[in-house]
């Protein structure tokens, strides 16, 4: 530490504090993501007092250079770089049939390309792999339940795994049974399901703008129409835009992310959340709510499920483990108290059941505690991934470009010039060993040709950043 704590300067030693901690980030000692050194360890160090570097610390938190997590300490953020988020777009005049299956097939392909970069993949698990913990459990399940674990499962699932959600979801304030929940190959059948308890072909279904591409395919694939209603890359969804909505439009259900949006990394707060669920059930609209990314939340705690608000039973909620502890095992769930048998009808009459290995794994996973002592690592991993990613963007861009600040989740969503095809950038960036998602797979329209998602569910390495400045080049020569 260069930077000498001194009583006998002018400035006040908790100035001289917040001074050393500014002097470490631009000599690069502590990087946007870091964990900066305890109160009590800094305080032995400099031979001051803790409430000293106390006071130092929340001036620094007061300006948005340093975050204070729960029962975790003190984090460098990537304050210094002014940036503008990404601009909400306007209401869609009409619902419009959905014709991205084509595009969503050549992208799925091409980032999955061997030896790229996968800034393309949300794959949150990637940046800190549980494979070990994950193989320990299989190992330990086939010993004990042996044929047993490789036969075939129950339609609706697995009794034990449906317990242990049970638990979860009473520790998230809603209570539920074990019947109310089905068992699904991911969230994405979980979410087909859905759609199809609630609608038909040719029916008007309300998704976010932008949305999960695979909600869009599944539209789709089914011949339902999509209606879009623009996000705030800040608080989400708007009441007032969803109210106009259903007004206007003969809407049929609306699928809505309720805690961690994708792509944006949106939030809705509860009280809008709770909202959201009164305005809908008045009008006897269903809502399917993707909760996939609810467990990876950056705040001081996890946002309620719309399920906690609904009072007519016309809210569904679909998640899954493929964002938190396995992709590979798909497997997925749905909760209704009022739809959960018509959904296991239609669960075993599309896939019959899920992989009963895979199930046995994550109950024991997940009852033995381990499941959520990982979460609170991999959180903090995609924390310090998002604050790296955003400060390397900022830190090299010259065009001008506008992107989120994901309360939670992998993926960071950018607004480029206006000049910049995505589609295009898309194609330059593999061709130069990186994935990204082009924006257009994320609306039904064409509104988000000159926008593209990247991942930082990735391990963090010099290769990854030094890809990324690539990436900046490529959009900016595209710019001009």
């Known amino acids: 530490m260069q930077r000498q704590i001194s009583r006998e300067q002018s400035r006040y030693l908790y100035r001289q504090v917040a001074d050393l901690i500014r002097d470490m980030r631009e000599n690069g000692t502590l990087r946007p993501g870091d964990r900066i050194p305890s109160l009590r360890h800094l305080a032995e160090k400099l031979q001051i007092s803790v409430p000293t570097v106390k006071q130092a610390y929340e001036e620094l938190e007061r300006i948005g250079m340093l975050e204070s997590r729960p029962k975790s300490g003190y984090y460098l953020t990537s304050f210094s770089h002014k940036s503008s988020t990404p601009r909400k777009s306007r209401m869609a ?8 299956q084509e595009l969503v097939e050549q992208v799925h392909t091409a980032v999955h390309t061997p030896g790229t970069i996968p800034f393309g993949i949300s794959n949150p698990v990637g940046a800190l792999p549980n494979d070990k913990a994950l193989a320990r459990w299989t190992r330990r399940v086939m010993s004990s339940a042996r044929e047993h674990a490789i036969g075939y499962g129950p339609f609706a699932g697995f009794e034990p795994l449906r317990r242990q959600l049970v638990l979860r979801y009473l520790d998230m304030g809603l209570s539920t049974q074990p019947e109310q929940l089905v068992i699904t190959n ?6 087909a399901i859905s759609l199809q308890l609630f ?4 029916d008007v279904i309300a998704v976010e703008s932008p949305c999960y591409f695979g909600i869009l395919e599944l539209i789709e694939s089914l011949g339902m129409l999509a209606y879009e209603i623009p996000l705030c890359a800040e608080t989400g969804i708007s009441l007032d835009d969803v109210a106009t909505a259903i007004d206007k439009h003969p809407i049929k259900a609306c699928v809505f992310s309720s805690s961690i949006t994708n792509p944006m990394g949106a939030s809705i707060s509860d009280a809008d959340k709770q909202a959201l669920v009164l305005l809908l059930e008045s009008k006897g ?3 399917i709510e993707d909760d996939v990314y609810g467990d990876l939340y ?4 996890r946002g309620k499920p719309a399920q906690c608000y609904s009072e007519k039973g016309l809210v569904i909620t679909c998640s899954s483990f493929s964002k938190t502890a396995a992709p590979g095992h798909r497997v997925g769930w ?3 108290p009022t739809l959960a048998g018509p959904a296991a009808r239609l669960k075993r009459a599309l896939s019959c059941s899920s992989a009963l290995l895979n199930q046995w794994v994550l109950t024991e996973y997940l009852a033995s505690g381990e499941y959520d ?3 609170r690592q991999l959180r903090q991993v995609l924390y310090t991934n998002k604050e790296r990613m955003r400060a390397c963007i900022l830190e090299n861009d010259d065009s001008g470009l506008r992107l989120t600040n994901p309360a939670g989740g ?6 480029l010039s206006r000049k910049t095809d995505g589609s295009e950038l898309f194609h330059q960036a593999l061709s130069a060993g990186m994935s990204i998602m082009p924006g257009s797979l994320f609306a039904p329209s064409e509104r988000y040709r000159h926008c593209i998602r990247l991942s930082y569910g990735l391990p963090w390495s010099d290769k990854v950043e030094e890809a990324l400045i690539k990436l900046l080049r490529i959009m900016s020569t595209l710019s001009q």
Not at 199 to 202: E, I, Y
């Open 410 to 415: 992998a993926v960071l969503w950018l607004e």
């Open 285 to 287: 609209i269903g809502l």
């Open 373 to 375: 002592r990982y979460l």
């Open 199 to 202: 609608a038909k072909p040719g």
């Open 186 to 191: 991911g969230a994405q059948e979980a979410l």
């Open 334 to 336: 749905l909760l209704s």
């Open 93 to 100: 005049k009409h619902a419009i049939a959905v014709t991205r």
């Open 298 to 301: 950056f705040g001081q705690q």
